[in-house]
């Protein structure tokens, strides 16, 4: 079975920090892929990256990055100077090779001026 | 591009009649949809998936004759639910599969700006 833990439901900071979610999954596949969604007040699910398991290169867009580490079952995110626009819920997902999706918990993310 | 259109976004409506959601793919065709339920402050839960021409597979524990999906095109499909009562009010959100690139496997899904259910 998969499974998706986002240990920390909700971080609270002052706009300029950095803020880092955290993302554990387990899965018996040996390939998967991982997903990061945000989801604003609005409702609507913003898909921001996707990571194949076989791909374990870092990404960084923007204020945005991700550090994925197969040996620890982690896909983790980073945004850096953050912005009161990025105050949302952010969802790490799994899915196996016929994209089903596992979503995590969720984290709400609270950025005050 | 891949974007994901729902109507309505919001509906109230009496304990006992039916609602019908919609979910659209605007610019891309999509084979697979997919609905999830969310309550708030939780995460998604997935309902069903719906392939185009086919039978909506459901999730175990949700009644397809109570949550009837309709995959008619390859940019729509409906979500009805039937004699809503109180407790099926909830967040309802699709998303549609889309490939970014020819050789993305699985597709990414993308999701609809959700549906506010309240069953009175």
């Known amino acids: 079975a998969q499974k998706v833990t986002q240990a920390q439901t909700e971080i609270s900071v002052v706009e300029k920090e950095d803020v880092t979610l955290d993302c554990v999954y387990e899965?018996?596949?040996?390939?998967?892929?991982l997903f990061w969604y945000k989801q604003p007040p609005s409702g609507e699910l913003v898909f921001l990256i996707r990571?194949?398991?076989?791909?374990?290169q870092n990404e960084i867009s923007g204020r945005y990055s991700w550090n994925f580490q197969k040996s620890t079952s982690s896909f983790n995110f980073t945004i850096t100077a953050s912005q009161v626009v990025d105050s949302a819920v952010y969802f790490c997902?799994?899915?196996?090779?016929?994209?089903?999706?596992?979503f995590g918990a969720g984290t709400q993310v609270v950025v005050t001026p | 591009g891949a974007v994901v259109s729902q109507h309505p976004s919001w509906v109230i409506c009496k304990s006992g009649t039916s609602v019908k959601i919609e979910c659209r793919s605007l610019?891309?065709?999509?084979?697979?949809m997919f609905w999830y339920r969310q309550f708030p402050k939780q995460s998604l839960m997935l309902m069903a998936t719906?392939?185009?021409?086919?039978?909506?597979?459901?999730e175990q524990g949700v009644e397809k004759d109570k949550f009837l999906i309709n995959h008619a095109s390859l940019t729509l499909s409906t979500l009805t639910v039937t004699s809503a009562h109180p407790e099926d009010s909830s967040f309802y959100i699709c998303?549609?599969?889309?490939?970014?690139?020819?050789?993305?496997?699985?597709?990414?899904?993308?999701f609809g700006p959700g549906t506010r259910l309240l069953v009175l």
């Open positions: 998303s549609a599969s889309h490939r970014s690139r020819p050789e993305e496997t699985p597709e990414t899904q993308y």
């Open positions: 899965t018996r596949d040996t390939t998967y892929y």
């Open positions: 990571r194949n398991s076989f791909d374990e």
């Open positions: 997902a799994l899915s196996d090779s016929w994209g089903k999706l596992q």
């Open positions: 610019d891309f065709q999509a084979t697979t």
């Open positions: 719906s392939n185009e021409g086919s039978k909506a597979t459901y």
